[in-house]
């Protein structure tokens, strides 16, 4: 019974350690002269969607602007005087496959039939995974900043948790984002 609980509580810090992937995007665009921006997707609703994925689209959208007005960009009402366009997307995924490439033998201790640095968590660790999106780009032009970022969502009840691990991924995502134009 020792062992079933220590390997239990393993796997249970090795899920709460892994660290957030990011992928960002990688134009080699030259520095652009942006003051302005504009959403290019409308906020997701009641009507349109679950409360939670409201909650999560209202939290990535607040962090978002939060991370450009911090930049000192100005979200603007007339899209003709936007410099920029902002999307942005946020998912849970609750059945979710991993592996820690950092230890081989990670995989081998859940399934043998699994592929190289694949393996499904057991249903008890309940860690969902946090995918978020964001790109920043001319209006109907290629997305200049952004890219992707996940991460293993430990504690799924905690808010606090949920926005923290938001505002990190975004802060990630728009860290090479330079100051508006003045």
Known sequence: MRYITMGLM????LAGCQEMQVERVSTGAQPVAFST????????????????LVELDEEMR????????QRGYRE????????????????VVDEFFSGDTRDPSWDKQFDSNAPQDVVE??????AP????SVGIG??????????????????????EQRQRLISRGVYELLRDLPQAYQ
């Open 10 to 13: 393993t796997l249970l810090f």
């Open 129 to 132: 995974l946090v995918i978020m």
């Open 37 to 52: 921006y504009k959403w290019g997707v409308t906020p997701l609703n009641d009507a349109d969607a679950s409360a939670q």
């Open 62 to 69: 607040n962090s978002v602007a939060a991370q450009l007005q």
């Open 138 to 159: 001319r209006p109907d032009g290629a997305i200049i900043w952004g890219g992707r970022a996940s991460e293993l969502l430990t504690r799924p009840d905690s808010i």
């Open 121 to 126: 968590l057991p249903p008890l660790t309940d």
């Open 76 to 91: 603007v009402a007339q899209d003709q005087n936007a410099d920029m366009v902002v999307d942005y997307q946020v998912a």
